[in-house]
């Protein structure tokens, strides 16, 4: 099934043209609050169990539990609290699930790991000279759906594993402040 049959994709709005005063004020969704939402922020936050849509569908606003997919690194991820309310700029689109036979972290583990998906968008992208995929080529993507208990295990599971990815390259950077910490301490005795 290609994936325009199930969600919808709503394009970020262009910065560059003609800001509005109300968006000067705003911060723009970014890459890094992308990777800090796919690494656990979701788990931690307080929708985290959310279920059903974002109330901003139509505007430019993430909302908490928004699956939110950069056309530039290719990879998807869910707003958490921390990043609510800003503005989704046009390197990024929301996907407004539109079947309820799918869940969102399983569509974020399809779009980021699925082998079978990986395979179709470097196809996609092949001759570009800046591979990036873009919104038309994104809804022709194939995606096969398991059953919808399978697909919330699989997506559950896949977002513990990103957490705990995450929480161990920060205990890794952690570990060597310390070492690093005492080695300057024992050198200046």
């Known amino acids: 099934m290609k994936l325009e049959d199930i969600i919808t994709v709503k394009i970020g709005r262009n910065l560059s043209r003609g800001s509005k005063k109300n968006d000067l004020t705003l911060l723009a969704y970014s890459y890094e609050d992308l990777i800090n939402d796919l690494d656990g922020s979701f788990l ?3 929708a985290s169990s959310y279920i059903g849509n974002s109330n901003h569908q ?32 046009q390197n990024f689109a929301k996907l407004v699930i539109e079947h309820d036979q799918l869940d969102r972290r399983y569509l974020c583990y399809a779009l980021n790991e699925s082998y079978s998906m990986k395979k179709q968008m470097a196809i996609s992208m092949q001759g570009s000279t800046i ?16 059953g919808i208990e399978k697909q919330r295990m699989i997506g559950k599971a896949y977002f513990f594993l990103r ?13 060597e402040q310390l070492y690093l910490e005492v ?7």
């Not at 056309?71 to 609290?81: E, H, L, N």
């Open 131 to 146: 591979p990036k995929l873009t919104p038309a080529l994104l809804k022709e993507l194939e995606i096969m759906l398991p």
């Open 58 to 89: 139509e505007g430019y606003l993430s909302s908490v539990g928004d699956v939110v997919f950069s056309f530039v690194s290719s990879k998807a991820g869910i707003v958490s609290d921390s990043n609510q309310g800003k503005i989704i700029n």
């Open 183 to 189: 080695l300057k301490q024992l050198d200046q005795l």
């Open 163 to 175: 957490k705990r990815q995450s929480l161990a390259k920060k205990q890794a950077e952690l570990e």
């Open 44 to 46: 931690d936050s307080q």
